[in-house]
T-cell receptor, first 113, second 112 residues
Framework: EAQVTQNPRYLITVTGKKLTVTCSQN?????MSWYRQDPGLGLRQIYY???????DKGDVPEGYKVSRKEKRNFPLILESPSPNQTSLYFC????????????FGPGTRLTVT | DAKTTQPPSMDCAEGRAANLPCNHS???????VYWYRQIHSQGPQYIIH???NNETNEMASLIITEDRKSSTLILPHATLRDTAVYYC?????????????FGQGTELSVKP
């Protein structure tokens, strides 16, 4: 089944403890991106990647890192999480940056205390 | 990017057509209209897109006015599983970072 998977789905952590949220797609998509969703602010793009080893900042990249070493994986790294990064995170992918349809993962709910 | 205006909420009876309007009066000639939906904090799901002509797929129909300043998403026979927030998005095919700008959307409640 074609899908985007994220792990973990739920995470509660403490300030400053490094964490990684994984994202993987099995559709051989070149384009992948990360969003965060907060009440009243909608979905905002954090980082995106047009292909392996090609990443760039979205609208809210502060406090996050990404890497794209393989086509299928696009992990989101929080080196030193803070409470303002408590949010619902979504990974998305599409065949190309210009593709009409983007596929979203199921989401990761992160709480930083 | 062009902005969209949608009603915050709508109700629809199960089995009836759900017509969700979207205003995008400042849309540019190269911008498409996309519709996504999000079922209770799940990942957004693509529904349909169009440029000028009306479009139909297995999920829905999209009607775009001739001046392209508004559109309507039609779910022909709404079911309880169609209860979700529906987002109307306008964006060029090649946009910075491929990002989708989700507004507040319309919360559709399908009732038995």
């Amino acid at each position: 089944e074609a899908q985007v998977t994220q792990n973990p789905r739920y995470l509660i952590t403490v300030t400053g403890k490094k964490l990684t949220v994984t994202c993987s797609q099995n559709m051989n998509h070149e384009y992948m991106s990360w969003y965060r969703q907060d009440p009243g602010l909608g979905l905002r793009q954090i980082y995106y990647s047009m292909n392996v080893e090609v990443t760039d900042k979205g609208d809210v990249p502060e406090g996050y890192k990404v890497s794209r070493k393989e086509k299928r994986n696009f992990p989101l790294i929080l080196e030193s999480p803070s409470p303002n990064q408590t949010s619902l995170y979504f990974c998305a992918s599409s065949l190309y940056l210009s593709s009409y349809e983007q596929y979203f993962g199921p989401g990761t709910r992160l709480t930083v205390t | 990017d062009a902005k969209t205006t949608q009603p915050p909420s709508m109700d629809c009876a199960e089995g009836r057509a759900a017509n969700l309007p979207c205003n995008h009066s400042t849309i540019s000639g190269n911008e498409y209209v996309y519709w996504y939906r999000q079922i209770h904090s799940q990942g957004p799901q693509y529904i349909i897109h169009g440029l000028k002509n009306n479009e139909t797929n297995e999920m829905a129909s999209l009607i775009i006015t001739e001046d392209r300043k508004s559109s309507t998403l039609i779910l022909p026979h709404a079911t309880l599983r169609d209860t979700a927030v529906y987002y109307c998005i306008v964006s060029p095919l090649y946009n910075q970072g491929g990002k989708l700008i989700f507004g507040q959307g319309t919360e559709l409640s399908v009732k038995p």
